[in-house]
T-cell receptor, first 115, second 112 residues
């Protein structure tokens, strides 16, 4: 079936290095994608989003890239800090018909920052 | 703004008991939703609402009921709890349904 997934379940990076978290999606009808950060014991926190009419979007220290040809989404975090340690989820907002949208999450990637 | 508030934070139930998980938002958001999060499964959509008086089923609606009598509140009801409903439940809201959702901090529910 169609799903949103992540290539790597865990990622360890050195403090100060850049992090790249990948996500594959299979529903070509999805037109809106979101990255969330979840710290232990808390709810997911919005990081950045991108719509299908864009290839790249930048925020503060974060960049999301969307490759519609291969249905691939990535989150880049510049100068990774210990506070970036968390589980990161990609999600696709899929049109489920009659103008209704449903958010489908990937399984998450755990990012660990090594001081 | 308090954002999205969920109560209770923790709850233990016995099989067959009923319970309502509360969710309230003070951002005047039209869209609200409930998810469950299980280990290795990510978040899965249970029910959602695009506005007061309107609800619809998500990916895993069985065993759960919702209602949306006001814009602010979106309670989730378990009529007869089962061990398979042990999970962490998150409520979320957004201004419109195709916009970033804001999440509460979750309710950790155990069914014995």
């Amino acid at each position: 079936g169609e799903s949103v997934g992540l290539h790597l379940p865990t990622l360890s990076v050195q403090e100060g290095d850049n992090s790249i978290i990948n996500c594959a999606y299979s529903n070509s009808a999805s037109d809106y994608f979101i990255w969330y950060k979840q710290e232990s014991g808390k709810g997911p926190q919005f990081i950045i989003d991108i719509r299908s009419n864009m290839d790249k979007r930048q925020g503060q220290r974060v960049t999301v890239l969307l490759n519609k040809t291969v249905k691939h989404l990535s989150l880049q975090i510049a100068a990774t800090q210990p506070g970036d340690s968390a589980v990161y989820f990609c999600a696709e907002n899929r049109n489920s018909g009659a103008g209704s949208y449903q958010l489908t999450f990937g399984k998450g990637t755990k990012l660990s920052v090594i001081p | 703004n308090a954002g999205v508030t969920q109560t209770p934070k923790f709850q233990v139930l016995k099989t067959g008991q009923s319970m309502t998980l509360q969710c309230a938002q003070d951002m005047n958001h039209e869209y609200m939703s409930w998810y469950r999060q299980d280990p290795g499964m990510g978040l899965r959509l249970i029910h959602y609402s695009v506005g007061a008086g309107i609800t619809d089923q998500g990916e895993v609606p069985n065993g759960y009921n919702v209602s949306r009598s006001t814009t602010e509140d979106f309670p989730l009801r378990l009529l007869s709890a089962a061990p398979s409903q042990t999970s962490v439940y998150f409520c979320a809201s957004s201004l419109q349904q195709n916009q970033p959702q804001h999440f509460g901090d979750g309710t950790r529910l155990s069914i014995l």
